[in-house]
């Protein structure tokens, strides 16, 4: 049973890494040892806790969070197959099977003496998070996830990483179309929110970006290329987000959600676009997926930052018995809001956001 005095706190990853993840490590440990706490690492999501004398739990103390703000992935290993509602496991006919493992995940924490969590992860992690402070564990969330499509927060960390990364992709793909007349398609992530095709799009003056919330049409996209072509620009770069998909069609997939995995992974939308321009326009075309690159390495200054204020006011609301909260950014302020409210829906672009309005103000075709 919790005393409900504070003395040692859990943090864990889970999903898919975003740059930032060290940096919040950081600040809760810092923020943590400084009110006299101690602070248990978990290994890979929630496994660690099922075997806490094999490297499950760390110990981390000031040494371990040295010199790690800048560094990508994170000290504590994630995966996006540790749902402990469905966990994975294979039977004896090689088969995998998921038992919810929840009830053993809430033992594991009374059993390492843990008084609260500090859950950093994006809408899938956050959603066990929630659950499992339902059931009874003192948790705080944390967002993170390059796809920025957590509501309630007007950012999270590591997505201007991978709209840095992916803006600068598209900038170096300009030069190569241009000198070979070429369309360039660019694939990149996001699921099902378009965030980061539409700020590196717009940032990287892409001549169309495609996005999930605007289903396209084939025609639309051909008549700006076919105009550029008519206006002497003999090249077109088209950005496209992994979840788009033409009107009345749908999204494309490389493997489906199942045997521990939350979720379809998306992918295929950009070969199966250029593939249709090249044939239905007559211009030579090259697709490439930017893929885990707009995860890789490090974050940027303004990632760091917000991580950092994250992971530090994630241990305020622990010590304010906040708990079943997610940290948020609320310009200018960090803020806790309840869990439950920003992991009711995804948060999409707003199709009659300024945003939408800049790239049609500046000529992107949307392909609508
Ligand atoms: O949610 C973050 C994200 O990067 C998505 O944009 C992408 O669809 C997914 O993760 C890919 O995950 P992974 O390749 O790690 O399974």
């Given at each position: 049973?919790?005393?409900?005095?504070?003395?040692?706190?859990?943090?864990?990853?889970?999903?898919?890494?975003?740059?930032?993840?060290?940096?919040?490590?950081?600040?809760?440990?810092?923020?943590?040892?400084?009110?006299?706490?101690?602070?248990?690492?978990i290994?890979?999501?929630?496994?660690?806790?099922?075997?806490?004398?094999?490297?499950?739990?760390?110990?981390l103390?000031?040494?371990?969070?040295?010199?790690?703000?800048?560094?990508?992935?994170?000290?504590?290993?994630?995966?996006?197959?540790?749902?402990?509602f469905?966990w994975?496991?294979?039977?004896?006919?090689?088969?995998?099977?998921?038992?919810?493992?929840?009830?053993?995940v809430?033992?594991?924490?009374?059993?390492?003496?843990?008084?609260?969590?500090?859950?950093?992860?994006?809408?899938?992690?956050?959603?066990?998070?929630?659950?499992?402070?339902?059931s009874?564990?003192p948790?705080?969330?944390?967002?993170?996830?390059?796809?920025?499509?957590?509501e309630?927060?007007?950012?999270?960390?590591?997505?201007?990483?991978?709209?840095?990364?992916?803006?600068?992709?598209?900038d170096?793909?300009?030069?190569?179309?241009?000198?070979?007349?070429?369309?360039?398609?660019?694939?990149?992530?996001?699921?099902?929110?378009?965030?980061?095709?539409?700020?590196s799009?717009?940032?990287?003056?892409?001549?169309?970006?495609?996005?999930?919330?605007?289903?396209?049409?084939?025609?639309?996209?051909?008549?700006?290329?076919?105009?550029?072509?008519?206006?002497?620009?003999?090249?077109?770069?088209?950005?496209?987000?992994?979840?788009?998909?033409?009107?009345?069609g749908?999204?494309?997939?490389l493997?489906?959600?199942?045997?521990?995995?939350?979720?379809?992974?998306?992918?295929?939308?950009?070969?199966?676009?250029?593939?249709?321009?090249?044939?239905?326009?007559?211009?030579?075309?090259?697709?490439?997926?930017?893929?885990?690159?707009?995860?890789?390495?490090?974050?940027?200054?303004?990632?760091?930052?917000?991580?950092?204020?994250?992971?530090?006011?994630?241990?305020?609301?622990?010590?304010?018995?906040?708990?079943?909260?997610?940290?948020?950014?609320?310009?200018?302020?960090?803020?806790?809001?309840p869990?439950?409210?920003?992991?009711?829906e995804?948060?999409?672009?707003?199709?009659d956001?300024d945003?939408?309005?800049?790239a049609?103000?500046?000529?992107?075709?949307?392909?609508?």
């Open positions: 049973m919790r005393s409900g005095q504070i003395r040692r706190i859990a943090v864990n990853t889970g999903g898919g890494d975003a740059p930032g993840l060290n940096a919040v490590i950081r600040a809760v440990v810092i923020a943590a040892l400084s009110r006299g706490w101690e602070v248990l690492g290994h890979r999501g929630y496994s660690g806790l099922f075997a806490p004398e094999d490297g499950g739990l760390i110990r103390d000031r040494e371990s969070v040295r010199g790690i703000t800048h560094l990508g992935g994170t000290i504590l290993g994630t995966s996006n197959r540790g749902n402990p469905a994975p496991v294979t039977t004896n006919d090689g088969n995998v099977v998921e038992v919810d493992r929840s009830a053993d809430i033992d594991a924490f009374d059993a390492a003496g843990i008084d609260a969590l500090v859950a950093i992860g994006g809408d899938g992690s956050l959603r066990i998070a929630h659950e499992l402070s339902k009874g564990l948790v705080v969330g944390v967002p993170k996830t390059i796809d920025n499509d957590v309630r927060t007007f950012f999270t960390f590591g997505f201007m990483t991978a709209c840095s990364i992916a803006t600068e992709a598209i170096r793909l300009h030069s190569t179309a241009e000198s070979h007349e070429r369309v360039m398609v660019i694939e990149l992530m996001g699921r099902d929110a378009g965030w980061i095709s539409l700020h799009g717009i940032a990287g003056s892409a001549d169309v970006v495609l996005i999930p919330e605007i289903p396209f049409e084939l025609e639309s996209v051909y008549r700006k290329i076919r105009d550029r072509e008519a206006h002497g620009r003999h090249f077109s770069i088209v950005v496209v987000a992994e979840g788009a998909l033409p009107k009345g749908h999204q494309l997939t493997e489906a959600a199942g045997g521990g995995r939350e979720e379809a992974r998306l992918g295929g939308i950009g070969e199966w676009l250029a593939e249709k321009i090249e044939k239905d326009t007559g211009k030579e075309t090259r697709h490439m997926v930017l893929g885990h690159l707009q995860r890789g390495g490090g974050p940027v200054a303004y990632d760091r930052l917000l991580a950092l204020r994250f992971g530090a006011a994630a241990v305020r609301c622990v010590e304010m018995r906040a708990f079943g909260t997610m940290v948020a950014l609320q310009p200018p302020r960090v803020v806790a809001v869990m439950a409210e920003a992991i009711r995804r948060k999409l672009v707003p199709v956001g945003l939408i309005q800049t049609r103000d500046l000529g992107i075709s949307l392909g609508d």
